[in-house]
């Protein structure tokens, strides 16, 4: 980087673009966010060296929704990163049958050995099995069928489906079941808004690819509820593997965010998104020693008016 002065809007959705190694995501990545985590007093990576940081006043917080993992084994899902199975859980022990039974919510637990989880796979729904020289191979469990419970708590039925059965269902279809649960609805909402509406509520966390496990930190920062304060954002590519319609729900997901009042830098090179957004900075002129310059900055309609790598994207995309 050249000493670049790099200018934020607060509540906008900022696009870094530029040719690959231009510089953006150690401009954003190794001096941005980690001096903005120093200056809030947050955990963060040590920050590359930059002279001074103005303007924090109003971001209350920081986060990097990247594409690390957000959980390693079959007990971390969707249902329990989202915060929807407790909400769940209550639903069952509320229902007729469960109240005759005495069950509580504590029965619907598959983490809890106090409750009806299959004892066979302790709630897990597989078996592990050891391989010589050789990953494990998880099969599923011939005792629950992979459905995680014992029979007595398989047989409390919500909409004619099991707790077990629950889990099974995608994202899609469980926006239908749970319809008049604005608790549970709302959040796995968010994950068919951001294109994976395909993902089981029940599924591995530790089976999720990088880009559906950032469209899962996506989903509960949306669904934050009260526990939101302005935040700064960081994504990195957030729209690699993404079919361009699901490209467009990405946008409109973004735009949900600034509309609250959060702040997005996004660093990408899809047309749609740097087309759409508040605010573009383009890296260049080149990649390598020939870049780590600022050599486009303002409205994507302004930006399209130079000549730069970044400006005949964005007359493409509007064309198109």
């Given amino acids: 980087l050249k000493g670049v002065d790099l200018r934020i809007p607060h509540g906008r959705l900022t696009v870094v673009s530029g040719v690959s190694g231009s510089g953006k995501s150690t401009l954003v990545r190794q001096v941005l966010y980690p ?8 955990v963060g990576p040590r920050p590359g060296r930059f002279a001074s940081l103005k303007g924090v006043a109003g971001i209350r917080r ?7 993992p957000i959980g390693r084994t079959p007990r971390s899902v969707p249902a329990t990163y989202l915060d929807v199975w407790d909400e769940i859980r209550r639903t069952f022990a509320a229902l007729p049958e469960s109240k005759v039974k005495g069950y509580t919510a504590g029965r619907f637990s ?21 391989m010589s020289f050789l990953p494990d191979v ?14 007595p708590t398989l047989d409390v039925k919500f909409h004619g489906l099991s707790i077990g059965d ?23 909402e968010c994950l068919r808004d951001l294109g994976v509406g395909y993902l089981q509520l029940g599924q591995g966390s530790n089976t999720l690819s990088g880009g559906e496990a950032q469209r899962m930190k996506l989903a509960l920062e949306l669904t934050a509820g009260t526990r939101h304060e302005p935040t700064l954002y960081v994504l990195d590519e957030p729209t690699t593997g993404l079919h361009l319609t699901d490209v467009n729900r990405l946008i409109a997901f973004l735009q949900r965010l600034v509309d609250r009042g959060d702040t997005l830098v996004v660093i990408e090179h899809h047309p749609s998104v740097i087309a759409t957004a508040d605010h573009v900075i383009e890296l260049g002129p080149e ?4 870049g780590g310059r600022i050599v486009a ?24």
Avoid: M, W
């Fill in 138 to 151: 998880s099969t599923p469990c011939e005792a629950c069928g992979g459905l995680r419970f014992d029979p």
């Fill in 166 to 188: 629950v889990l099974k269902l995608s994202a899609d279809e469980a926006v239908e079941v749970f319809a008049s649960y604005p608790k549970v609805r709302a959040p796995i």
């Fill in 62 to 68: 920081v986060l990097s929704v990247d594409q690390s």
């Fill in 35 to 42: 001096a903005l985590c120093e200056a809030l007093g947050t």
């Fill in 287 to 290: 990649g390598g020693d020939g």
């Fill in 110 to 130: 598959f983490n809890s050995a106090s409750g009806g989880r299959c004892s066979a796979c302790e709630g897990q729904g597989a078996i592990a099995h050891e």
């Fill in 297 to 320: 900055e303002g409205l994507p309609e302004e930006v399209s008016r130079r000549s730069t790598a970044t400006a005949a994207v964005i007359r493409a995309a509007r064309a198109g």
